[in-house]
């Protein structure tokens, strides 16, 4: 049922026009004045408001302006004034203060009906459109959605990594909520060699999940070749530098498990700490994600990183988000959570 707000200083008149509303099956919360209106509105969040103009503590103009300058979910509830006051300048003033619709005292309760059903019809198709707007766009961030998961390695490249180096790859994507600038990918290079990457673009929505498409091309169409990490994140960098507008940047951790030399080559751009799992000593060891982020200055140098990677081995790498897992609740597991989470892999 339809709530509609009345708020009128005289008893009578407001009696009259609740007892109209309510023959007419509407649902009517009654206010003799503005701020007892203003805590209805709040807490009731009537579909529609009728509202006099010239009342005691608030007025008309008052209230309206305080409800439309205001943040809370009932800001744009529409006002129909009820005012004796129909002249020119009365009028436009409340319709430019953000009243929907005017009717002049003594009321017409034929017209006043038809005034109500008019605005609520008006609100209705507004709310129907925007509705169907939503829907679209949630239709098109699914897409976005899908398209952005298509650029991870499939499980099919996992499994045939696999075979090829005898290794054993596991990965987890949790998409945002909102698109999201997350993303990793692999990369062969030799019969001895195979290149990781985890990026993470700042922001979220549309321009971070454009940025993850850009670099995901950028880094099949130009591979790391012979290039070791270091430089190769300085060639990445070069080139972000002028795609990116200000204000954003990626961090990454990129590196090269050789199986020949037993080591995993990396450089890092202010991304998460790498960890090496060691299973034959039952610890793990962490490395470094220092390093200027991509896209910040084109002239950045970066260091190339080792760690050992025998076999039994294992390289863990991991978005912020894993660090910040749970911060909503008031559980998050910091860096400290993370690290522990790989020591117990081991076991």
Known sequence: MVKILCIEDEKDLRRDICEELRDNDYDVIEASNGAQGLDLIRTEMPDLVLCDIRMPIMDGYELLDTVRNS???????????????????????????????????????????????????????VTQQVKNDQR????????????????????????????????????????????????????????????????????????????????????????IGEMNPAEYLMHLNEWLSTQLQTGQYATITLGVIDLERHVFEYAAAGSTTPIRLDHQKQKIELGSGKGIPLGLSAKAKYENRTMEFNKGDGIFLYSDALIEHGRKEGLSLGRDGVEMLALEALY
Request: with cysteine.
């Open 71 to 125: 943040y809370g979910q009932w800001a744009n509830v529409p006002f129909l004034f009820l005012t004796a006051f129909g002249e020119r300048e009365d009028v436009l003033k409340g319709l430019s203060c953000g009243a929907d619709d005017y009717l002049t005292k003594p009321i017409d309760y034929d017209m006043l009906i038809a005034r109500v059903v008019t605005v609520l019809r008006q609100v209705n198709r």
């Open 136 to 223: 679209e766009m949630q239709k098109e961030l699914n897409r976005a959605h899908a398209m952005q998961r298509d650029l991870l390695p499939s499980e099919e490249k996992e499994r045939l990594l696999e075979r090829a180096y005898n290794l054993t790859i596991s990965s987890h994507y949790e998409p945002s909520t909102e698109l999201g600038g997350d993303i990793w990918g692999m990369h062969l290079m030799s019969p001895s060699k195979v290149m990781f990457y985890l990026v993470d673009f700042s922001g979220h929505g549309i321009a971070a999940a454009m940025n993850t498409f850009r670099l995901h091309s950028k880094i099949d169409s130009e591979p």
